[in-house]
T-cell receptor
């Protein structure tokens, strides 16, 4: 089955810890994206990547980092510098051009 | 920055009724897309309308686009309880050239059986 997989589904982070959220796609898409969603809100762009070994900051990149070493993978690290990390994180991918995006099922991160 | 803004924020209707939600955006676009999100899940693409199109249909969905007013509407006809979800519009900002979808705040639709 082709698709985009996020893991874990639920993640708990202690204060001061870094955590990494996984996103893998087998759709052969060039572009990948990370969004943050707070309760009852829309999606805000954290980082995006159009090609391997290249990525750009979105609207709320502070406190986050990414890498794009492989076309299939775009992990997101939530660092201790992110003061309010509790949220629902969504990864997406799509072909080049302004086409539809395919989303993973999300990771819910909670600070404990 | 939030490009698209949906209206209303929440909508509650009875099964069988039509649901209309609106989206406004700020920049130039190549197309506008609508997505659906069930609670606690990822988004699913519904329909894409290009900037040179004024109306598009897909099953029970009808989308309109008015580029002069920078607005779009999504109509769901003969709604079902299973249509209960949040609906988002999304656009690519061609003014800045940023190749990433910007989403609105969404409309939460509740269809009462």
């Amino acid at each position: 089955d082709g698709g985009i997989t996020q893991s874990p589904k639920y993640l708990f982070r202690k204060e001061g810890q870094n955590v990494t959220l996984s996103c893998e796609q087998n759709l052969n898409h060039d572009a990948m994206y990370w969004y943050r969603q707070d309760p009852g809100q829309g999606l805000r762009l954290i980082y995006y990547s159009q090609i391997v070994n290249d990525f750009q900051k979105g609207d709320i990149a502070e406190g986050y980092s990414v890498s794009r070493e492989k076309k299939e993978s775009f992990p997101l690290t939530v660092t201790s510098a992110q003061k309010n990390p509790t949220a629902f994180y969504l990864c997406a991918s799509r072909d080049r051009g302004n086409t539809e995006a395919f989303f993973g099922q999300g990771t819910r991160l909670t600070v404990v | 920055s939030q490009q698209g803004e949906e209206d209303p924020q929440a909508l509650s209707i009875q099964e069988g009724e039509n649901a209309t939600m609106n989206c406004s955006y700020k920049t130039s676009i190549n197309n506008l897309q609508w997505y659906r999100q069930n609670s606690g899940r990822g988004l699913v693409h519904l329909i894409l309308i290009r900037s040179n199109e004024r109306e598009k249909h897909s099953g029970r969905l009808r989308v309109t686009l008015d580029t002069s007013k920078k607005s779009s509407s999504l109509l769901i006809t003969a709604s079902r309880a299973a249509d209960t979800a949040s609906y988002f519009c999304a656009t690519d900002d061609i003014d800045t050239g940023r190749r990433a979808l910007t989403f609105g705040s969404g409309t939460r639709l509740q269809v009462q059986p």
